[in-house]
C-alpha cells in the first residue's frame, strides 16, 4: 500500500474494532476507525497487516458511529498526514484518511446491508422486514 498525502483514496477493508465516537470543544461529532486496508506474507510464511486509520466527520460520522469489530467498510476522502509530540518529547507522523464518504458492507443475509446518514440501524431493519423472499424460474426471465 502506497499512501500520498494529499490525495483522494478509496480505501475498503475490515475492522479491527469498534468506532470511537466523541464530541469537539466546539460540539461537532468526530468518529475515529481503523481499516485493515491490505496484508501481506512474508518469507517466513508470517502475514503483516497494512492498517489506515480514518476519521470521519459530519454526515460521514452519522454513519461511521455504527461500525463494529469485524464489519467490512468502503471509504472514500482524502489522505492527511499530520504529525505530533507524545508525552515522551518523540516526534510521531500519522498518515490517515480523512472520510467524505463511509458505507458499512455486511454479509448477505445480515440487516442493514448498509447504513446511510440520517437512519439508525432499526429503521432500515423495519423497512426490509416487511420485505417477502420470491423464487424466480428461469422461464421468468427476460433474457
Known sequence: ????????????????????????????????????????????????ANWLNCVAWRKACDVARYIVKGDSVLCAGELQERSYTTRDGDEKKVTELV?????????PGDVPLFVSAGTTPTQQSATTAGMEECELDDDDLPF
Open 1 to 48: 500500500m502506497r499512501i500520498v498525502a494529499g490525495k483522494n483514496a478509496i480505501v475498503a477493508g475490515d475492522v479491527p474494532r469498534d468506532a470511537e465516537v466523541r464530541t469537539t470543544a466546539t460540539g461537532k461529532d468526530v468518529c475515529n476507525f481503523s481499516i485493515k486496508a491490505s496484508e501481506t506474507e512474508n518469507a517466513d510464511g508470517t502475514k503483516t
Open 99 to 107: 472520510c467524505d464518504y463511509v458505507m458499512v458492507m455486511q454479509p
